[in-house]
Every structure is written in C-alpha cells, then in structure tokens.
C-alpha cells in the first residue's frame, strides 16, 4: 500500500510517514528487490508495542528471580508452578502457558534429559545434582514476554555444569549476531559453531520465534540457521533466543502420555537459556534481564 507521505505512519505512532517509517520502508523494498524475505509490517512493534512487552517482560523477570531465590532441592516441580501462578498472578498478569493449547501449568520445567516443555508435578522432586530449566512466559495487558533460565541443584556434575555454562554462552553469542538489517540466520549460524566448538549439538525441533502481541509470532528463530539466509531483521521486530543444547546427539522424542515433554533420545543431558530481544536501529536490546 502506497502512503501519502504527510499522511500517519501505518505503525500506529501518529506520526507523519515521511517523519516515521518512509525511509524504513525504503530500505525493506530494496532488500525485497535483491531477493531477501522482508517481514511483514505486523511484526513491527511501534513505541507503544515495545513499551507494552517491555511491562511484560518486567514481570516475566521477577518471576524467574522469584523462583531463582526459592528453588532448592526436595522440593517438587508443583511448587515451582504455585510460585510462578502467584507471583504473576498478584503482579495483575497471566501466566502463558497456562492452557496454552492444552498446556495444563503456569510454566515449563524441564530437568536433565528433558529437552523441554516438562509438566510440573507434585510427584517430580528436584534431586541434588540436577539440572533444571524454568521456562517463564508472560501475559501482560495483552502483551507477551519469554523468558527461561536454567538452576544447577546443590553440586552437579563438572559435565553438567559445562553444558549450562556453554549453553549461555551460546544465548548470548546468538543475541550477538543479531544486527539490524542483518538475518535470522545470524543467530542460529553463531550459535551452531559455538555448540559444534565444545562438542555439543543443537535441538533442531523447537525454534525461538517473533513475541509480541501473540506467543508465538514470525519469524521462526532456528537455532542452527545459516549466516545471511532467513528473513531481514528490522528495527521495531521482537524475537526470543533460545537454544537448547544437548551433550549427546540432537534427537528427540515427546512423551507419548502427556503429548508434551520432549527428552533427548539417546538419555543425555540437555540445557536451554532464553531471552526476548528487541531490535533497534542500533543494535539488539534484551528485553527480560
Ligand atoms: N518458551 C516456550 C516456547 O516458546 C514456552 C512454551 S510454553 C507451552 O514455546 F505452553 F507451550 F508449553
Ligand atoms: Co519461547
């Protein structure tokens, strides 16, 4: 659709075109002439938008440090569930996953060899020597934020620990190759060598994905992309990283009883870090530290 260019921007910003997204818009059809797949203007967050998920995120945040000062070993995954309901719910937000096509908790609490989307259950009991990821996801005023850290459960194993360790070097290498005007392939490229390097693999299955105004938006964010393919990353686009990464082989499979939780194949550990990003003109900010 062609603008009038002293007509508002169709970002919603109540600016002029020619003051707000004109030159924006420019750049994305030149890179759609050249052959690149361009995004589409709903992914493009105006100010209002970022402000919006950056709430979210604000509160998606203290969920994860909520359970970060709690969580200790004896205690069940049912537990994790109630701390995270509470806290979200008492901060006037919902808690994603929440019967999220079926999903039957308030978060993902994957432990070990569970790749993820691990149920929480009174009967899973955090074991001193685990490795746990707490996957938190947030419903603010109609905005979404994504956000997942791992806990290491009393002493754990130098193996393990090398795995969480390596595992968010591997978030925040991929945050690194994001640059506006840059790829989706970047991220996935960066984050591919880092893991190849200490002699891991990555999930292939499950991808990180735009974030915003739905849970799950464009683009899908694979983890093993290549550099300079996939679609532009602009300024104003909102998108979680989040690699989950296996000491073993990459394969997977999903629990047939719950049709949920997915854990590594071959029964050896898997880690996964998670941020949402905000691309900016500049460069990429982490919206859930
Ligand atoms: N961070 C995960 C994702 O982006 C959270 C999944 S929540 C679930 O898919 F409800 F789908 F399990
Ligand atoms: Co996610």
Same mark, same amino acid.
């Given at each position: 659709?062609?603008?009038?260019?002293?007509?508002?921007?169709?970002?919603? =910003?109540?600016?002029?075109?020619?003051?707000?997204?004109?030159?924006?818009?420019?750049?994305? =059809?030149?890179?759609?002439?050249?052959?690149?797949?361009?995004?589409?203007?709903?992914? $493009?967050?105006?100010?209002?938008?970022?402000?919006?998920?950056?709430?979210?995120?604000? /509160?998606?945040?203290?969920? +994860?440090?909520?359970?970060?000062?709690?969580?200790? *070993?004896?205690? =069940? %995954?049912?537990?994790?569930?109630?701390?995270? !309901?509470?806290?979200?719910?008492?901060?006037?937000?919902?808690?994603?996953?929440?019967? !999220?096509?079926?999903?039957?908790?308030?978060?993902? %609490?994957?432990?070990?060899?569970?790749?993820?989307?691990?149920?929480?259950?009174?009967?899973?009991?955090?074991?001193?020597?685990?490795?746990?990821?707490? #996957?938190?996801?947030? $419903?603010?005023?109609?905005?979404?934020?994504? *956000?997942?850290?791992?806990?290491?459960?009393?002493?754990?194993?130098?193996?393990?620990?090398?795995?969480?360790?390596?595992?968010?070097?591997?978030?925040?290498?991929?945050?690194?190759?994001?640059?506006?005007?840059?790829?989706?392939?970047?991220?996935?490229?960066?984050?591919?060598?880092?893991?190849?390097?200490?002699?891991?693999?990555?999930?292939?299955?499950? *991808?990180?994905?735009?974030?915003?105004?739905?849970?799950?938006?464009?683009?899908?964010?694979?983890?093993?992309?290549?550099?300079?393919?996939?679609?532009?990353?602009?300024?104003?686009?909102?998108? %979680?990283?989040?690699?989950? /990464?296996?000491?073993?082989?990459?394969?997977?499979?999903?629990?047939?009883?719950?049709?949920? %939780?997915? !854990?590594?194949? #071959?029964?050896?550990?898997?880690?996964?870090?998670?941020?949402?990003?905000?691309?900016?003109?500049?460069?990429?900010?982490? +919206?859930?530290?």
């Amino acid at each position: 659709m062609e603008m009038g260019r002293n007509t508002r921007c169709w970002c919603g =910003s109540g600016k002029k075109y020619k003051q707000c997204h004109e030159k924006f818009d420019e750049r994305l =059809s030149q890179m759609a002439r050249e052959g690149h797949v361009i995004p589409d203007r709903s992914l $493009i967050k105006n100010k209002a938008d970022i402000e919006g998920i950056k709430k979210s995120a604000k /509160i998606n945040t203290g969920v +994860l440090d909520h359970v970060a000062k709690h969580i200790h *070993a004896g205690m =069940s %995954t049912a537990e994790i569930d109630q701390l995270v !309901y509470d806290y979200t719910v008492s901060h006037g937000a919902i808690p994603a996953p929440l019967n !999220y096509m079926g999903f039957p908790k308030s978060v993902c %609490t994957s432990i070990n060899d569970e790749v993820c989307h691990g149920i929480p259950d009174e009967n899973i009991i955090l074991q001193e020597g685990d490795i746990v990821n707490v #996957d938190v996801s947030t $419903i603010f005023h109609g905005y979404y934020s994504d *956000a997942s850290r791992m806990f290491m459960i009393g002493e754990v194993s130098e193996n393990a620990r090398r795995l969480v360790e390596v595992t968010k070097e591997c978030l925040e290498i991929g945050i690194q190759a994001i640059k506006p005007w840059g790829h989706v392939g970047d991220i996935g490229a960066a984050i591919m060598a880092h893991a190849k390097k200490n002699g891991y693999s990555v999930v292939i299955d499950f *991808a990180g994905h735009g974030v915003g105004k739905e849970f799950h938006e464009d683009p899908i964010v694979s983890h093993v992309g290549k550099a300079d393919t996939g679609m532009v990353l602009a300024p104003g686009m909102v998108l %979680t990283v989040e690699p989950m /990464i296996n000491e073993g082989d990459y394969h997977l499979y999903i629990d047939a009883d719950n049709g949920w %939780t997915s !854990y590594t194949e #071959d029964g050896k550990l898997s880690a996964q870090w998670e941020h949402t990003v905000l691309i900016t003109e500049k460069g990429v900010e982490i +919206l859930t530290y």
